[in-house]
């Protein structure tokens, strides 16, 4: 009985450690987390990590596509319980999308800062690639759906879908290039990036769907800027 | 005087080797090239090649970057003859680079095979991304020109002339799909795939650039199929 109480079981080690790595992610570099580091956070033995993993590296893949799944979970859920028309399903998906994303801003601003580094950026690629052979069915299903009920225009479902798919995932290094800003004490230009920013693709948005200029939409711009601005100021600088 | 004709300049050598190794990766696997055989293909004898290259992967780094910086020339000198309105420089670009490509087209073809490999990715990321950098600012400058003159409207120039680019980079996975179906006797799927690729590219570009379909145009059809029909038929199945 003991024994039980002490030893987690095998997955709830290996999701122990993805947990407490998520977490060492946010508050420190990566190259300084070390194997010992990460099973101290987690409360684990060492016999425990390389049944789990080949490496450091490997935690780190995974952290970042359980990110990436939970991410496309969200939005298939947010789908699943969203009626209406496929514009409205479009902009119910981004909408939904973005909260996620905004709500998740430390972690997958860390990634990316990370993904960004010298040297960093092969270990990336492979995961990159992985994610978006992930999340692409969703944005392609989102394209067709609207294109079957001739409400979006577009000159190419799958190649829409990919572009799409494209420029939401090059945001993040626009609000993280707003957040170094930002620390430097420019907070009406971080704020105006973050702006400009959305406001564009908002407009490819609608643009590679055929649509008029404002008929997807995206959350109100104040929503980005609450969940960013209280969370940057919380930062160290 | 003797020795000035049996030695080449460190210039010249260091381009035999590029253009040994360019004449290679077209007929070989990169795995099964040695320094050895590119000297030996260029050559040279084995003391110089440690002085121009730090390694093999460092002479194809150097040929992509060759291929993708006379790709960027070509295009500009094209740009640099061509007068008219910014959609006729913007057309005579396409075709420009289009003719250019398919004339190179076992080089791309190559490295496009070699950077889709198994274990390749990352090599072929920095590569990518640098080549990227180096070729964006001539798709800035004919957007912004084209903005300038009121000929095109777009959401954003910089995000629409990296769109732009990324579309025409991703041309070459499908023509390398198109090329394993000709292999296999699918001489008519081939086509119809290049063919339904081009106009999608076509159709896309102009709606990028706040065009009606068929503004700004690629070369007719029948050229990609010239260059690429001849060029398959001559390679070894």
Redesign the interface.
């Known amino acids: 009985m003991n024994t039980k109480r002490h030893r987690m079981a095998a997955d709830d080690r290996r999701s122990a450690i993805l947990d407490a790595a998520t977490t060492l992610l946010t508050d420190q570099p990566w190259e300084d987390v070390t194997v010992a580091g990460l099973l101290d956070a987690a409360g684990i033995s060492k016999g425990g990590f390389y049944h789990h993993f080949t490496s450091k590296d490997d935690v780190l893949a995974e952290v970042v596509l359980r990110l990436s799944d939970a991410s496309i979970s969200a939005g298939e859920d947010s789908l699943s319980r969203c009626g209406g028309t496929a514009v409205e399903r479009f902009s119910a998906f981004l909408a939904h999308s973005a909260r996620w994303e905004l709500s998740h801003a430390a972690k997958i601003a860390a990634i990316v800062r990370m993904a960004m580094m010298e040297g960093n ?3 990336f ?2 995961l990159g ?1 992985e994610s978006a052979r992930r999340c692409l069915p969703l944005f392609k299903a989102l394209v067709r759906d609207g294109v079957a009920q001739d409400a979006f225009c577009v ?2 479902t799958d ?2 879908a ?2 799409l798919m ?2 939401g995932r ?1 945001r993040w290094p626009t609000f993280l290039g707003a957040r170094r800003i930002f620390a430097d004490g420019q907070r009406d230009a971080a704020w105006r990036m973050i702006c400009d920013r959305v406001r ?1 693709e908002e ?2 948005t609608n ?2 769907l ?1 649509l008029e200029s404002g008929t997807v939409t995206f959350p109100p711009l104040t929503e980005y800027w609450l969940v960013l601005d209280a969370e940057w100021q919380n930062e160290a600088p």
């Open positions: 950026g092969p270990l690629v492979k690639e000159v190419d190649l829409t990919e572009l494209h420029i090059m564009v407009g490819l643009r590679l055929g």
